[in-house]
């Protein structure tokens, strides 16, 4: 127990003041450039924005493919249907699954688009 003490109180006097609190700042300000300086090691500036652009292109090329396949899963349907009501086909059942298929992409993409616009309003609060 008395090492204990010794080294509080050898901290409380290293530390304590004045003097003290400018020792810390001044680290703290070596630590905070130091991972500055190791951070443009990592990942220079010019790679940086061309991650962020390959990865926005990466996102929105994705999103991109999913809206055309549920586009080209609600025309399906309304080829089933424009064929059944015409009496080109009779197969009710292909034609309500096809239906039912639409309107669960439809629902999905909605959801997606819910949880984005949530997620920007969120990032514009924070500025805020």
Do not use: C
Not at 23 to 44: C, D, G, V
Not at 80 to 103: I, N, P
């Amino acid at each position: 127990m008395s090492s204990i003490g010794g080294i509080g109180g050898a901290s409380g006097s290293a530390w304590g003041g004045a003097s003290g609190l400018r020792e810390i700042m001044q680290l703290r300000a070596q630590i905070i450039e130091k991972s500055q300086i190791l951070q443009q090691i990592h990942s220079p500036q010019t790679q940086s924005v061309g991650a962020n652009a390959s990865s926005q292109g990466h996102f929105t090329d994705r999103l991109n493919e999913a809206m055309q396949s549920v586009n080209a899963t609600q025309q399906r349907a309304d080829q089933l249907t424009t064929a059944y009501e015409t009496g080109q086909t009779q197969d009710v059942a292909k034609v309500m699954l096809a239906r039912q298929e639409a309107s669960v992409g439809f629902e999905a993409t909605l959801q997606v688009r819910n949880k984005l616009l949530s997620a920007y309003q969120d990032i514009m609060k924070m500025g805020v």
